[in-house]
């Protein structure tokens, strides 16, 4: 079960404001509780919250979230601003609501946590390495002129390759405008879309 709601839970992670967090409607859906219950109980025990538990999104990062994430377009339409539960705030979101399934899938969003940190923590090392082989490489064709042009041609590659690699990719940016309707192409040629007018 880990194996398979881990890496689902981590697609529900967003960085925001330099944190790893979890929307609320995410948090609440995973707890199986509605968002409104949970931002309930989260007002009854607020001294639980402190600010690197939890913090309330801006107009600007609510619609940076919409625009980035296809599941919260319903937020849209809302006039709620989400809270956004960072590790520690997602654990005690889990002790205060106390039931079974929220205790549960708390441990799931603690690992799916853990599991991001652990590997953007061994990303991190990665680049530091690389940098430290591209300062020897440097040092080399500085201090030797045996390097031919072909071989630091392919070592340069090879760096890139392996830092490209390392970097987590960017969220992908929904495009501004409006988009074509997949059916219209297969439309024949002098077709019109609109539906034909009912005689009268």
Avoid at 2 to 29: K, N, T, W
Avoid at 33 to 38: A, F, I, N, S, Y
Avoid at 84 to 111: D, W
Avoid at 142 to 161: E, V
């Amino acid at each position: 079960m880990s194996a398979v709601l881990v890496p689902r839970i981590e697609g529900r992670i967003q960085v925001i404001r330099g944190l790893r967090v979890m929307i609320d409607v995410d948090l609440a859906a995973l707890y199986g509780v509605p968002t409104k219950r949970l931002n309930e109980q989260v007002k009854r025990n607020r001294e639980r919250f402190p600010a690197d538990f939890l913090f309330q999104l801006t107009p600007t990062e609510k619609a940076e979230v919409v625009a980035n994430c296809d599941h919260l377009q319903k937020l849209k339409f809302s006039k709620v601003l989400p809270y956004a539960f960072t590790e520690h705030g997602a654990i005690q979101a889990a002790n205060v609501l106390a039931s079974a399934q929220a205790v549960e899938m708390g441990i799931y969003v603690v690992r799916a946590f853990v599991h991001l940190r652990e590997a953007l923590s061994s990303n991190a090392d990665v680049a530091k390495r690389l940098s430290e082989l591209e300062m020897k490489t440097e040092s080399l064709e500085l201090s030797h002129g045996t390097f031919s042009r072909n071989t630091r041609l392919q070592l340069r590659q090879l760096l890139d390759a392996v830092r490209e690699l390392t970097t987590p990719p960017q969220p992908p940016k929904r495009p501004i405008g409006f988009l074509p309707l997949e059916n219209k192409k297969d439309q024949p040629k002098g077709s019109s879309a609109r539906p034909a007018k009912k005689a009268t």
